[in-house]
Every structure is written in C-alpha cells, then in structure tokens.
C-alpha cells in the first residue's frame, strides 16, 4: 500500500489532528497576522517549532539516504517525480515557517531551494508573497518587486493584494520611481482588501512624494487631508506636521518669510507635542530658528535633536554654521568635524570647513578640506568652491613657505581629526544600541547538544515511529528539535551565501541561441489549435468540465506561467568578439535604398548604420534643425531632463568620480522649443568661449589633486530637450512630407508597417519625435516598446555615438542591472562596459555623424549619448516577421508582470492587422502567431461573457468609435479589449473611467457599481477569426 509523500510531510509527530490541520494551513499569507502574545498565538509557535524540527529531520534523512547511496530520489521509478516534488515542496514549507518567525535569511534560503529545484513554484502564489517579504526585509528591493509582481500576476485577487500594493509602492518610492510608486499607492487606496498600514498612512506617502517631486501645493492638499482625518494616530499627525512645517521653511511660493518662518515654527511645535522624541522635528526647528536669528532656541533646538536621535551629520553640520556665525570658530571646528566623522560624505560640513579655515587664514587646511568635499563628497561643489580650491591649489605651491608662517588660530585639519569632541557637544547622545534579536524562535545556541546515547535512542523510535506512544512520540519530536538546532548552528547560511542569493534573486532557465528553433517547436505545438474554426473554439471552452477555466488572458501559454528572461546564450563568446563590427551600408542610389536587399540586410541585422541615404534621396534634414523649429513653433512644449556630463564610457556616483555605478538619474521639466534653442546656442558660445580660453592649460606635472580638481570642473549639469512631438500634420506638415521620400521599411506609415494599422496616434510609435540636444545628453539604456523596431536619422551638426546589445542577452543585463539595484523596466540606467565584458555581452559601439540613420531591430538593447550639438529623429516600426510579434507578444506579458504600461495595444493591433492584412504562404509563421492570438482573445471573451450572464450581471454592447482610443484599465494599466468596466464618473475625473475585470471584482466582488459594455459582438470576432487565412487557402 502506497503512501502519499505530502502526508509524510504534514504529519508531525507529537501534534493532535487539529494541529496538524492547522500546520497543513501556516503559509505566508498570516505574516504578521497572528498575535504571538496570546494563548493561541503562544500554541501556534510551538507548532511551528515542531514542524520546522519534522521538516529538517527529513531533509537530514534524505541526504543519509544520499550519503549510503540507498536514497529512493536516486532511482528511474515512476513515483520519482512525485518524490522529488514532494522533497522541494518540504523547502517551500519551510520557508512559510522561517518567515513566520522571523528567520529570514533562513526564510530566504528555503524559498531559494525550492525555486531552482521545482517547476512548482513558478505557480505558486504564496511562495512568490513569502519570498518578496523576505527580499524586503533583507533589503534586496529589486528582487521583492519582482517577487510581489510575480504574486499578482499569477492571482490579482489574492487575500494580501493591499500589503503588496503598499509595500511595492514603499520600495518603489525608495529607489526614487516616484509615479511608479504613486500608482501602487493609489491602488492601496482604491483596493478594499485589509492590510497593515492605515489609509492615512497612504495618503502620508503620497504627499510626500509630491513633495519629494517638488509639487508642493499637492503635497499640502494631501497633509491637510491626513490631518483632518479622525482615524490619524499621534505618530502619523507628528509626521505630517514636522513635513508641513519644513515646506513652509522652504518653499518660497507659500507666501512671504517671516509668515513662512511663523507657521513652520507652529506646525514643528504642534508636531513635538504630539512626538516630543522625534529628532528629525527638532533638527528643523532648529533651522528655522536659525534662519530667524533666535540662536538660543536654535542651539536649545539642534541639543534636543541630537539628544532625541541617533548621531546626525546634517545637525552637527548646522550646528557648526551657528557658531560660526556667533564667532566661536572652535566650537564651529568640533561641530563640523563631529559631521564629517560621522558621514565623510557630507559635503557642505567639509565646503563649511573649509571656509572657516580659510576665513581664519588658514589655507592649506582650507584646501584639504575642500578637495575632500569634492572628492567625497555626496552632492556636487558649486562653481565657487571649485574655483576657490583651484586657487588655493595654485598659491599653496607657488607660496608654501609664506603660510607656514602664519599663526595658527585653530588645530590643523589632522590635529582636530584627532581631537576628542568637547562633553558639552555629546552631552545626551546615546551610543548605538544593540541589534535586536528579530527571530521569535529559542536561541539554538543555548540548545544542550545531543550526546550519543540520545541520537542511538532518536534513531530506535525513528525507525519504530508508526508504534509510538503519544509520550513517545513527544520525546522523539522533542529529540528531533534538539538535534536539528544543533545541525543548524553548524550548517547556518553564511552572509557571502545569502549575498549570491540576492545577487541572483530569479536564476534564469538557459537560452535557445536560435529564436527559431523555439519559435519552430512553438508553431508545432500550436499547429492543430489555430486550425480550428471560431465555432469549434466555442464548443471546445463548453466541453470543459468542472470548475469554471480561470478567466485570465495570457498571449504566451495557456497555463498562465509566468514569463521568465531568457539567460546568455549556451556557447560564450571568446573576449575577441566582444566588440563586434557594427553592421554597416553605403547608398549609393535610391534604386538600392528602395531595393528588396535592402530590407532584407537590414532585418538580419541586430543593428546598423546606414550611411549616404540622406544624400541619395535628396532629404532636407535642414527642416529638422534648431532654426527652423523655432520659427515653425517657438512655443511648443518638449520635455527637459537635467542630466551630470560624463564621458560615454563612464557613470559615477554622485561627485565621487571613482565608483562606476548604473542608476542614471535625471530631473524633468519642460519647457519651450524657443527657449531651449537659446539654451543649446548659449552653451554652444559658451564652448567656444572655454576651447579658447584653453591654451593656459594645466602642466603635465600637476598633482593628483589637479586632476581631481579638472574633473570636478569636467562634471557639469546639462540640459537634453527629449520628446519633442510631430505628430501634427497643421503644424509639422513640410517635415512629415519630407520623410515620405523615406524606403517603406523605415517609413512612418506604410503597409509593410505593422503600427500602421492602429487607428489612433501613439505618441514616439506611430507618429515622429524629436530630441535637441548638447554634447553629453544622455539616452539610458533600454529595448523598444514591445520591443519594435526602431528608426533614428541624426540632423547634426554634431556627432551621437551609440552601444547596442542583440536582444539575446537582455536577460543577462536585466539581471545586471538587479545586481546594481535599478528596475530594468522602470528605472533609469547606463552600463557599465567593464560588467558587460564580465559578463560575456557582445557590445556594438559606433558613432552616427549627420545624416546617418540607425536601424535598431526588434528587442535590440540600446543606449545613446550626444558628443556634439545635435537634433535627432526618431520613430518605430513594425516588420511582419516572425521574431517582430513573437518578441512584441512575449514582452506584452513581461510588462504585464512587471507592472509596466504596453502602450501599444497588441489586442487592438493583431484584430486589426487580421481585418486588413492578406497573408501568404511565406508569412505563415506569423500567421500562426497571429491566429493563436486571435484564438486566445476569443475563448476569453466568450467565457468572460459567459461567467457574467452566469452571475446575473447584463451586458450591453456599444460598438467602437472609429479612430477610438485603446482602453487601458486606470488602476493596473493593462490593455482591456472588448469588453468593459465602467464606473459611473467619477471625482476629479470628466471622463467615464475604464477598469479590468480584476481590478473591477477587488472595488466591487459583485460589480453592482458597474456598467458592462461590449465593444464587438462575439459573431463579428469569430467571423474575423475565421476569415484570418493564407491566400491559398482561398
């Protein structure tokens, strides 16, 4: 008689069936649920316990068995697939138990385990929301947003959806996505669901945010809005104040300086009676009394805060400032050197020093300190201070002797480095506090070890285990315990091991080198399916028996598993081939430029640069230049991104120009054509003006610190004018003209342009836009939207130069950019060539001069910087070929993992390239794609219809404006075909508001809110399925 394994697993020996049922039941979903200070909560840990000790005794007689080659996984059985399973659901198990309490890296490395070694966890909902705790917890933020996503996208109705809504806007708002982060707060606001934080607490974020982002009378609406909550707890109504307080302190258009100065001085008063310990409050009390003078209160203030608070360099820096300014140059010293001890950092403590020594005459540790706040420093030094440095650098050297000269009137940089810092400046600050044990778990170490009479008897009652008496079975539980307390504290996971664990959150399956060997094996296996007309579709979703199919679309697989990136390809490259050759062609004719080898080299191409095309079709590219913008729409917004200049091959951190980083960090504003067409002529003067002024350059002899100092000059801000629209015919009619004369692969609309076929404009997809541009703006890396093709022409005069990765390795600079703690989809990031070459990724550099067009095929990874003054143009398009929609689809459910907008809407396009396209034989790999999609969107509309005339709920059909815009769900932005959610209108909204089934079903489970309108009748899909067929089969 045969045994199920998952019994084994959930018997624990020593438990009543009760307990056993409620074992069977403790998974991730009760984090942070159960009050562990009760009766039931006290009896739930010591069950925890036991079942941790039964989990680990088996895995400790699993590898016995594998030790004495008598393990039964070893043997080619039937049954071994269940055992396997059975053994990797065991880690999944366990780490539910180590989360729940508290063990996390413990947590971290079960769930690893059970990741690499079971399909089963690509399903598994719950093993995605423990992990993604876990990863949050151990501070490995990227890998818990995918953990989380991964959560959603398998069940978008799950119990916790709200805590994760929460916590990935938490996380999110940390690594600086800010909209990212405010659209995850705003669906915690819209998502009934309970979770651990209030609403209020919500809308504290969102504030905050707004205020981070600099748009500060929202920011003020949301404080208000907290503050006149009834349900918002002292803490909270601290917070808010001590932010309400600081904005007016610092926001200049909330009226005049003294009223600014009063109400700060109000709210950080009310906040400390409702926190009187919060540091962070008396710190900016502290500046505001400053700035009015009362320095008494200031330093009353800045004393608090450091009593109140662990040490603060921003504090002690302000403190310095204070006594500065009361001429107290050496309290001024210690302050400054307690912040620059504390954080090395900080630069303005150093710049502030640094004045002080020179204001004080003296200059060589005036100098010192200002090389280290530009070395070092976080924030970038002002123009003033490199300038200051450059020329106590030059008078030191020329004048050494005459300084030593000088009295000194305080200690050396060295001798106060060294000095110890007066009582009455700690006075009150607390020394730093033990970590607190966070496991809820015994202390192993304190477990008496197992002596060898013990483990003799341990292994009798195992062996006798389904003979025990129940005091028997309690003692062998208890036995087992012990013993695996003390295998654990021989075998805990070593920190370098859980850091590779972080480092590598989702290891990724291998990668086929040939798309179309998987995309070959694909269209066989769909090969039958897509041959069945639209009624047998029907009929084969009404055969089903049972439960209700899930009412999910996934344009991948019908199993709804989640995507994963692909890894590098098998057979590494040798390091001579990783700076390959880019693809390059010469037009020498417009019959060639219009040729069929023309495309044809092209498509084969992971990129390429085709030169002499602009020449041969007689293109007027001066219509794209800066001048003749201007005077066609002075007033026309672009988008500006301030950005550091850097050189292509480098990204640093902050000002500290020796740490290579990837986050690529930009600020947006707007702006107008005209005025960003004096910008890019004043900087150009302006580089006139330098390159000039350049023959009094600095010797080959000089210092290190010169070149420090040549650096920090190097490093400058710059504006890149980004997204400059085209689309409208009035206005830019002359210039869409102009690029009709274009070959029809690279046209912006023609036939052979998949995009063409939508009937609405995509801003930058369908329609072109423009970038202006100074030597140094930067593109960040990124692949296409849907990954589809892209087009860009260089106006010039200036050069662009370029770095290109085939799309078989974006999985390998996903995972990279993991490692460097930035969102592939949602951040903003520059390779670093060295981990690229590290890594065995092919990297295609090359520089597009004027008139140059770059083709960028299908999921090709990209980035791009200016070397001169420059316009762009740019464009996608959309070849009919087979790697062009597979790519397109596969990153359609990848974005919807990720929780990324597709802002093409790939339903919308595949019906309509299906109205309008006639395929023929040579396109019938697409063509299955095609139908597949079609087949797919089909079987969930009709059991989507279904289940709502199941459920009572009426559908009422209103057929598609033409020229209608897509529809997008407005809270998880996924595209919604057909069939849709309205609500009636609703606040701040002049529109009827669109929503998913899902997102509709977690506002309202019995949608009762809801209007149901369809789009298409179920009949004219079926009839466009149906007449979607190759030519011969007319």
């Given at each position: 008689m045969s045994v199920d394994p998952s019994s084994?697993?959930?018997?624990?020996?020593?438990?009543?069936?009760?307990?056993?049922?409620q074992i069977s039941q403790l998974d991730s979903r009760l984090y942070d649920t159960i009050d562990w200070t009760s009766k039931e909560g006290a009896h739930t840990l010591d069950l925890i316990g036991k079942a941790i000790a039964h989990y680990n005794n088996i895995l400790l007689q699993e590898v016995e068995k594998a030790k004495a080659g008598g393990s039964s996984l070893s043997a080619a059985t039937p049954s071994v697939d269940n055992e396997r399973r059975f053994s990797a659901k065991i880690f999944c198990r366990l780490g539910h138990m180590y989360l729940l309490v508290l063990e996390w890296e413990k947590a971290l490395a079960a769930y690893q385990t059970y990741y690499v070694s079971s399909c089963l966890s690509r399903t598994d909902t719950y093993f995605y929301y423990g992990l993604g705790l876990v990863y949050q917890q151990l501070e490995c933020y990227v890998g818990a947003t995918y953990a989380f996503q991964h959560a959603l996208y398998l069940d978008a109705a799950i119990a916790p959806s709200n805590e994760i809504f929460f916590r990935l806007g938490i996380i999110f708002k940390y690594l600086q996505n800010y909209d990212v982060a405010l659209r995850y707060f705003k669906r915690t606001m819209s998502d009934p669901h309970p979770f651990s934080e209030s609403k209020e607490m919500v809308n504290f974020h969102i504030g905050h945010i707004y205020e981070l982002q600099g748009r500060y009378e929202t920011a003020k609406k949301y404080y208000e809005q907290v503050l006149q909550s009834p349900n918002c707890d002292d803490k909270l109504r601290a917070d808010v104040l001590r932010q309400l307080g600081w904005m007016f302190?610092?926001?200049?258009?909330?009226?005049?300086?003294?009223?600014?100065?009063?109400?700060?001085?109000?709210?950080?008063?009310?906040?400390?009676?409702?926190?009187?310990?919060?540091?962070?409050?008396?710190?900016?009390?502290?500046?505001?009394?400053?700035?009015?003078?009362?320095?008494?209160?200031?330093?009353?203030?800045?004393?608090?805060?450091?009593?109140?608070?662990?040490?603060?360099?921003?504090?002690?820096?302000?403190?310095?400032?204070?006594?500065?300014?009361?001429?107290?140059?050496?309290d001024a010293l210690q302050a400054y050197v307690c912040a620059v001890q504390l954080d090395k950092s900080h630069s303005p403590a150093w710049f502030d020093l640094g004045m002080l020594y020179e204001s004080l005459k003296q200059f060589p540790d005036a100098f010192h300190c200002y090389q280290n706040g530009i070395k070092h420093g976080k924030a970038a030094a002002t123009p003033s201070i490199i300038q200051r440095a450059g020329i106590l650098e030059t008078a030191i050297k020329t004048s050494a002797a005459a300084f030593d000269s000088i009295p000194k009137t305080l200690p050396s940089l060295e001798e106060a480095l060294s000095l110890p810092i007066a009582a009455e400046l700690t006075a009150g600050h607390r020394p730093p506090q033990p970590a607190k044990k966070t496991s809820l778990l015994p202390d192993l170490a304190d477990s008496p070890a197992v002596t060898a009479q013990q483990l003799q008897i341990m292994n009798f009652l195992q062996q006798n285990e389904g003979q025990l008496q129940p005091n028997q079975q309690i003692y062998l539980a208890q036995m087992q315990q012990q013993y695996f307390a003390q295998q654990q504290l021989q075998t805990k996971p070593k920190a370098a091991a859980v850091q590779a664990l972080r480092d590598q959150p989702f290891p990724m399956p291998p990668f086929s080198p040939e798309l179309y060997t998987g995309l070959s094996e694909r269209l066989e296996q769909i090969d039958t399916l897509i041959r069945k007309s639209a009624s047998e579709i029907l009929v084969e979703c009404d055969n089903k028996e049972g439960a209700s199919p899930p009412l999910?679309?996934?344009?991948?697989?019908?199993?709804?598993?989640?995507?994963?990136?692909?890894?590098?390809?098998?057979?590494?490259?040798p390091k001579t081939a990783l700076n390959p050759t880019t693809p390059s062609i010469f037009v020498e004719t417009k019959k060639e430029a219009m040729s069929k080898d023309f495309e044809e080299f092209l498509l084969k191409q992971p990129c390429a640069i085709v030169k002499n095309l602009s020449n041969v079709l007689k293109l007027d590219l001066s219509l794209f230049s800066t001048k003749n913008l201007v005077e066609t729409a002075p007033d026309h917004q672009i988008e500006v991104r301030t950005q550091k200049k850097?050189?292509?091959?480098?990204?640093?951190?902050d000002n500290n120009q020796q740490e290579r980083v990837w986050k690529c960090e930009s600020v947006r504003t707007y702006t107008t054509v005209y005025k960003y067409g004096i910008y890019q002529a004043q900087e150009f003067q302006k580089a006139l003006q330098e390159e000039s002024e350049g023959s009094k350059s600095i010797s080959d002899s000089d210092s290190n610190n010169s070149n420090q100092m040549k650096k920090a000059r190097?490093?400058?801000?710059?504006?890149?004018?980004?997204?400059?629209?085209?689309?409208?015919?009035?206005?830019?009619?002359?210039?869409?003209?102009?690029?009709?004369?274009?070959?029809?692969?690279?046209?912006?609309?023609?036939?052979?342009?998949?995009l063409s076929y939508l009937d609405h404009t995509i801003l930058g997809m369908n329609s072109v836009q423009l970038y202006m541009k100074v030597p140094g703006c930067r593109t960040p890396g990124h692949q296409e939207n849907l990954n589809f093709c892209s087009v860009n022409i260089n106006i010039g005069p200036g050069d662009c130069e370029w770095f290109c990765v085939s799309h078989e390795y974006w999985g390998v600079i996903q995972q990279l950019c993991?490692?460097?703690?930035?969102?592939?989809?949602?951040?903003?990031?520059?390779?670093?060539?060295?981990?690229?070459?590290?890594?065995?990724?092919?990297?295609?550099?090359?520089?597009?001069?004027?008139?140059?067009?770059v083709w960028v095929n299908a999921g090709t990874v990209h980035w791009v910087q200016a070397n001169g003054w420059c316009n762009n143009i740019a464009w996608n398009v959309g070849p009919f070929t087979t790697e062009q929609y597979y790519l397109a689809t596969e990153r359609y459910e990848w974005n919807k993992l990720q929780a990324f907008k597709s802002i093409v809407p790939i339903l919308h396009l595949t019906w309509a390239v299906a109205v309008h396209v006639v395929f023929e034989k040579k396109d019938e790999r697409l063509w299955k794609l095609i139908r597949l999609t079609l087949r797919r969107s089909i079987k969930y509309c009709h059991l989507m219809l279904e289940h709502l005339k199941s459920v009572g709920k009426s559908v009422k059909h209103q057929a598609r404006d033409k020229n209608e815009h897509a529809h997008y769900c407005e809270d998880c932005e996924l595209e919604v075909f057909n069939i849709l959610f309205i609500k009636e209108k609703e606040k701040d909204s002049a529109e009827y508001v669109v929503r998913c089934y899902d997102c509709a079903k977690k506002m309202d489970r019995d949608l009762k809110m809801f209007y149901v309108l369809q789009q298409y009748k179920l009949k004219e899909l079926m009839e466009t399925y149906d007449r979607c067929r190759m030519v011969e089969d007319k």
């Open positions: 084994w697993m959930d018997l624990v020996p020593g438990v009543s069936a009760d307990d056993q049922r302190h610092t926001v200049e258009e909330f009226g005049e300086r003294n009223t600014r100065e009063n109400l700060a001085i109000k709210c950080l008063q009310k906040s400390l009676e409702h926190d009187p310990n919060n540091g962070q409050t008396w710190y900016f009390m502290g500046r505001c009394y400053a700035a009015m003078c009362r320095v008494h209160d200031a330093f009353a203030a800045y004393r608090s805060s450091i009593d109140k608070s662990e040490a603060n360099a921003d504090t002690w820096c302000s403190i310095g400032t204070l006594y500065q300014q009361q001429n107290q140059p050496m999910k679309l996934n344009l991948l697989n019908e199993s709804a598993t989640p995507p994963v990136p692909p890894a590098a390809p098998t057979t590494p490259l850097q050189n292509p091959e480098d990204n640093f951190a190097r490093q400058t801000t710059i504006r890149f004018g980004t997204n400059l629209d085209l689309s409208d015919n009035t206005v830019w009619r002359n210039q869409l003209v102009e690029l009709d004369k274009l070959p029809s692969l690279v046209k912006v609309r023609a036939a052979k342009n998949m993991d490692k460097n703690d930035v969102h592939f989809l949602h951040g903003s990031w520059w390779p670093n060539l060295a981990d690229l070459r590290a890594a065995n990724v092919p990297v295609y550099r090359f520089t597009q001069r004027p008139g140059d067009l």
